[in-house]
């Protein structure tokens, strides 16, 4: 079996976490079997740990059995890499948003999170094992973006908090940065339906093209993206906004980033 990332697990999963007490161990362990992510892994934790980045929730929560928080930790050291090597100077404090940067006496505050592929069709991460076992799968492309928009949601909040509790400043910007990595198994499908990112999608209302015709003609005179500022609830209950960034309770939500790292 393989996790969704794509990484080669362990057959007998019971070995692991049970006889590793850090993450180097622990990489070592899980990856055994695969040099090159071991490796990069490896490299990875070492650059993060020496950082002082890493809250104390943070090798635990890593080396758990938990696959959630295992990618989520995996994310955070990902994101804080990248904003290094940008040139950004990247800090964490034990109470408050996991980053902050500053550049240029501009403070940045980042929430970083890894949405679980709650309500997505199991046959959208089926894999072939040969030609005869391939078939034709629409993408769940409104249970993707529920994902997405969830995520939003849930950590607005978390920054309502901390901008009540005053961590975050009247000055400082917010953000949040979407890693998509369990939500498929292609990074291709970081698109919508409408043919743009599900970023945009979740936070303004841009639906799939169309076209118009004419009724009396039966020609086409015209067409463009829908306007759809809500979809369906995948679990049946209020249909969910897709307007975030027009709405004046996001006013602090400065920025949205989507990626598929992992």
Same mark, same amino acid.
């Given at each position: 079996p393989q996790d969704p990332t794509g990484w080669e697990w362990i057959e007998d999963d019971a070995q692991v976490g049970l006889n590793v007490t850090n993450v180097p161990s622990y990489i070592q362990d899980r990856w055994r079997n695969n040099e090159e992510v071991r490796i990069r892994l490896l490299e990875l934790w070492e650059w993060f740990e020496n950082t002082g980045l890493a809250d104390p929730h943070f090798a635990s929560e890593f080396i758990s059995k938990d696959l959630g928080k295992f990618d989520q930790r995996l994310w955070e050291m990902i994101l804080a890499r990248h904003l290094t090597d940008q040139g950004f100077e990247v800090a964490s404090h034990a109470e408050g948003p996991d980053f902050r940067i500053e550049r240029d006496g501009k403070v940045v505050w980042i929430e970083a999170i890894t949405p679980a592929p709650r309500n997505i069709p199991e046959d959208w991460f089926y894999v072939a094992e040969s030609a005869e076992d391939m078939k034709a799968i629409s993408m769940p492309h409104e249970e993707i973006l529920s994902r997405w928009t969830s995520a *939003? !949601? !849930? #950590?607005?909040? #978390?920054? &309502? &908090?901390? $901008?009540? +509790?005053?961590? @975050?400043? &009247?000055?400082?910007?917010?953000?949040?940065? @979407?890693?998509?990595? *369990?939500?498929?198994?292609?990074? $291709?499908?970081?698109?919508?339906?409408? +043919? !743009?990112?599900?970023?945009?999608?979740?936070?303004?209302? @841009? +639906?799939?093209y169309e076209i118009v015709f004419s009724r009396s003609s039966n020609e086409p005179v015209g067409g463009g993206h829908a306007y759809r500022d809500e979809i369906d609830n995948p679990t049946g209950g209020a249909r969910i906004p897709t307007t975030s960034f027009l709405q004046t309770d996001y006013s602090r939500i400065s920025g949205l980033l989507g990626a598929f790292a992992g």
């Open positions: *939003l !949601s !849930s #950590k607005k909040r #978390k920054f &309502d &908090d901390y $901008i009540a +509790g005053g961590i @975050v400043g &009247d000055e400082d910007s917010c953000a949040i940065a @979407v890693n998509a990595v *369990l939500l498929s198994r292609f990074s $291709i499908d970081l698109d919508g339906i409408s +043919g !743009s990112p599900f970023a945009l999608e979740a936070t303004y209302p @841009v +639906g799939p």
